[in-house]
């Protein structure tokens, strides 16, 4: 069995793969200053960005919820891999062939399970397109030509088939070195009475693509009569596929997404196909289930949540896309973007609208999108009979909170008073009062007027809730004081510039860093060969010689964050925080001693007084000339 992966390899791996390129492949990433780049963290929902990259460092942290690491940590943390896992996706990206030890005293597998299920289905991907061009598969070519798909298109989204036969797929991956357990595991066959079967059988089938572009799954379209399975079958849940976490076509749209602050929300793959087609480039959709939490998340993190940013949904203006566009609305808050709905004309979906009108309908369709609490209220105030009093009242009941969910206070102002001409409700005052008084209430209580609170009922304001107890963020929050800031400058200069703070920082003890964290930092610098010994590796080695993960959390933390000052620092700049430290520590000493001396009083033994006096002129002396001279009395 191989070993682990050879060090230099791993070496090669963390300098080839530059971090920011990694890092904006999950989430999109804008200056932060000071050579850095800020996003929304993919590892805790937040509504500023508090997520930095460092790419001169190779390093991420975040200030919110203190993960961070180098570029290795972060795709180990986004995507669930194993250090090996990692290494390997890596190397492949960088065109990096591994070697394996042998005989290692830490022996691994040659390929992490991630990894080989990823190849499987990479050459699955393959295999599938390959035999949309054979003679079975002409039911396949005319399914897409009839619904305006050419070759050209099919290739671009990597569309294929899945023959009839029991076990193609079975044997060809067979014959690539891939297990009976492992196309089991990864939902690429199953088992049958004489063993492994295809799970996808004479489909037209599309690859599903996480948001790096790796095939993890398969969406497969039922093709004839005689096939009695689901119209739509997907990919079980795996160790690579959880439908829940992945958006189909977000690999394609990724990018565009990002450039122009809006993604379109579509219902299937052929749906996709054709608004890319049209020209609607940040067109997704879901892959067999509703759009949840969890996809929220992964458009937050390209959409960074600004206030100009929009998420368009598209639906079936029959009655099930009427209440999936209201569900879709509960999630809305969830977005900073402004969130719209586009009902297509006719029942149509966006294939067959752009089947029957061409790629300009589909445009239009996205352009005449419209704000998805207009709609909500629409539809809830639709439901009830304006034409009696209880019915005014009910709606009214059921809308207003709608409307106090609106975030801008002007746009809900305007929609209070529309909501009172729609409800028939003369007093327009008497709507926008309420509206007024739902968003206080929602306000104090930290939350969202749910559809209960508009009731009639009520008779005082809800009481507000306690307080979320505060989430642990690491000791950096308890080391911002002006005593220890000083202590906290120079580690991010010894981390971040080490030229400038060599080679006075390394003749620093220990002890003269007296917040507890940050003198384990400065032990972690000492055991990594100091300052001056500072190369390409340097914070590597610093990062490895930390005792424990809070000890490199904080390392990662310091050598992210910029240093306070607005310009570039430099030797003038290193030396304040060098002197600061120093004196710091020298007034310390002073004061430890003038203490010995109060207890040794005038009758103390004469020699050991008059040592302590000794010392404490030497200090003072000391002092003093730090405090005139700066830098140069180090």
């Not at 999950?26 to 200056?31: F, I, P, T, V």
């Not at 009902?343 to 979906?349: E, F």
């Not at 200069?493 to 964290?517: K, N, W």
Request: aromatic share 6%; hydrophobic share 40%.
């Amino acid at each position: 069995m191989a070993g682990r992966i050879n060090d230099d390899d791993v070496r090669a791996v963390r300098e080839a793969i530059p971090i920011d390129a990694v890092v904006s492949e999950y989430l999109q990433l804008r200056n932060a200053g000071g050579g850095n780049l800020k996003g929304l963290c993919p590892f805790h929902d937040e509504k500023s960005p508090s997520f930095q990259v460092s790419p001169s460092k190779g390093l991420f942290y975040c200030f919110g919820c203190t993960e961070g690491g180098d570029t290795v940590d972060f795709v180990m943390k986004i995507d669930h891999l194993s250090f090996t896992e990692t290494i390997e996706r890596l190397a492949a990206q960088a065109g990096i062939t591994l070697r394996y030890e042998q005989g290692s005293a830490t022996p691994g597998r040659q390929q992490g399970e991630r990894t080989r299920f990823v190849e499987a289905h990479k050459a699955a991907a393959q295999f599938y397109a390959e035999q949309l061009g054979g003679a079975e598969a002409e039911i396949g070519r005319v399914f897409l030509a009839q619904r305006g798909f050419d070759q050209a298109a099919a290739e671009h989204f990597g569309v294929g088939y899945s023959p009839a036969g029991w076990d193609h797929l079975v044997r060809f991956l067979r014959g690539r070195g891939f297990t009976d357990k492992e196309l089991i595991v990864s939902g690429l066959a199953q088992d049958g009475r004489r063993g492994p079967i295809d799970r996808f059988r004479g489909r037209l089938m599309w690859p599903i693509r996480d948001i790096t572009g790796e095939v993890v799954g398969f969406g497969a379209r039922k093709l004839r009569e005689d096939d009695n399975g689901p119209k739509y079958l997907n990919t079980p849940e795996t160790p690579i596929y959880k439908k829940s976490h992945v958006l189909y076509g977000i690999d394609l749209a990724k990018k565009e997404i990002a450039k122009t602050s809006r993604a379109v929300v579509v219902e299937g793959y052929t749906d996709v196909m054709a608004c890319h087609l049209a020209g609607v480039t940040t067109a997704i959709a879901t892959c067999g289930t509703a759009f949840g939490g969890d996809h929220i998340k992964i458009l937050r993190r390209l959409l960074m949540d600004n206030s100009g940013a929009e998420v368009v949904f598209t639906f079936d203006g029959d009655a099930a896309g009427q209440k999936a566009a209201l569900r879709a609305f509960e999630d809305d808050q969830k977005f900073a973007a402004e969130t719209s709905i586009a009902i297509t004309p006719g029942g149509m979906d966006p294939c067959e609208l752009r089947l029957a009108q061409g790629d300009e309908a589909v445009t239009a369709l996205v352009d005449s999108r419209t704000p998805l609490f207009a709609f909500a209220i629409r539809q809830l105030v639709g439901r009830h009979n304006l034409d009696t009093a209880e019915g005014r009242a009910a709606a009214l009941d059921e809308a207003a909170p709608i409307v106090a969910n609106i975030k801008n206070r002007a746009i809900q102002h305007e929609y209070a008073v529309t909501l009172a001409g729609m409800v028939g409700i003369l007093d327009t005052q008497f709507v926008v009062q309420r509206v007024a008084q739902l968003a206080r209430w929602a306000r104090e209580r930290g939350g969202a007027p749910g559809p209960q609170s508009g009731r009639a009922n009520h008779r005082a304001a809800p009481a507000a809730q306690a307080p979320a107890p505060p989430v642990p963020r690491g000791p950096a929050l308890n080391l911002r004081s002006p005593a220890h800031r000083v202590e906290r400058e120079l580690l991010k200069l010894a981390l971040q510039r080490p030229e400038l703070v060599s080679p006075a920082f390394d003749a620093y003890g220990i002890d003269e860093f007296t917040a507890p964290p940050y003198a384990a930092v400065r032990r972690a610098i000492e055991d990594a060969g100091g300052a001056a010994t500072a190369d390409a590796d340097y914070l590597a080695r610093v990062r490895d010689a930390a005792p424990d993960d809070t000890v490199r959390s904080m390392v990662t933390e310091l050598a992210v964050e910029p240093p306070h000052t607005r310009r570039d620092p430099d030797e003038a700049y290193a030396g304040v925080q060098l002197v600061a430290v120093r004196l710091a520590a020298v007034n310390q000493r002073v004061a430890e001693v003038r203490g010995t001396l109060q207890r040794l009083g005038q009758h103390g033994d004469p020699a050991h007084l008059a040592a302590v006096q000794n010392e404490l002129w030497v200090l003072q002396q000391y002092g003093q000339s730090l405090r005139e001279r700066g830098a140069a009395a180090l």
